[in-house]
């Protein structure tokens, strides 16, 4: 879509622009590139009052838009008419502007028109509130370290220790009951039995 743009009538529209800035026109242009950057099918064609000597303006022109400035003599409410009327496919272009005759110019030829305060309102949000990006991922959620700080901590701290697995702890068993202590036969038995043994007697 091309788009024949009535600039100073534009600019008094846009928030944050003035006629009383030298500069308001490179601004709108600006925008305008901004704006048409976003669809490479818009093509524009902004058209300002008093140029000298007139003609298109290399310094702004570019990014999709090319800037035109009346020549001192004539109007660029003249020059857009004359556009319009030269257009060969009007459904392939949109006229902005709030000036009456240039509206009736264009519907006469059966050309889209918007309202400039109606394509500044679009123009800027398009350009203030993009599409919301999905958040980023949180970086200390899952930290990942670069092979560079994986050598920088093993340098510092050493590589880590090899550990065997643990295995589960066994129940203690139970300790085995010492046997019973054999009955210690009295010394004076066996000296009994000793002398009888000596004198033959036998039991």
């Known amino acids: 879509m091309h788009y024949l743009i009535d600039g100073h009538n534009l600019i008094a529209r846009v928030p944050g622009l003035s006629l009383a800035d030298p500069d308001d026109e490179a601004k ?10 976003a669809d490479a099918r818009r093509k524009v064609t902004v058209i300002f009052d008093k140029g000298l000597p007139g003609g298109e303006a290399k310094h702004l022109s570019g990014g999709g838009v090319r800037a035109l400035f009346a020549p001192d003599n004539r109007s660029a409410d003249a020059l857009l008419i004359r556009r319009i009327e030269g257009i060969d496919d009007p ?65 510092l701290f050493g590589p880590e220790p090899e550990t065997k697995p643990v295995r589960p702890a066994r129940k203690p068993t139970p300790p085995t009951p010492a046997p019973p202590p054999k009955p210690k036969k009295d010394k004076d038995d066996d000296d009994l039995a000793e002398w009888l043994r000596l004198f033959g007697y036998k039991e």
């Open 28 to 37: 709108l242009v600006q925008l305008l590139k901004r704006w048409a950057a």
């Open 91 to 155: 459904a392939q272009y949109t006229v902005v502007s709030s000036d009456g005759v240039i509206l009736r110019a264009a519907q006469r030829r059966r050309v889209a028109t918007q309202r400039s305060e109606q394509f500044a309102v679009a123009m800027v949000n398009e350009r203030t509130f993009p599409t919301a990006a999905p958040p980023a991922a949180d970086a200390h959620a899952n930290p990942r370290l670069s092979p560079n700080e994986v050598n920088e901590w093993l340098e």
